[in-house]
């Protein structure tokens, strides 16, 4: 697979989970009584190791 459709792939489906992660969390974490900011900065922090895997996993194909 060309590696600039994958990235691109792959950079697709990370907003999707982005949206899901905002979209979920809040709830998830107001049941457990924690207040909604730490649920979004988890979000954002989840987003970022997914982004992070996903770059990783790309530069290990180039190679």
């Known amino acids: 697979m060309d590696v600039r459709l ?22 998830i974490f107001g049941f457990a009584g924690i207040p909604a900011g730490f649920a979004y900065l988890t979000a954002i922090i989840g987003f970022l190791f997914y982004m992070t895997g996903t770059g990783y996993m790309v530069n290990r194909t180039i190679t």
């Open 6 to 27: 994958l990235d691109i792939i792959l950079g697709t489906i990370g907003f999707f989970v982005l949206l899901v992660l905002i979209a979920v969390l809040p709830l």
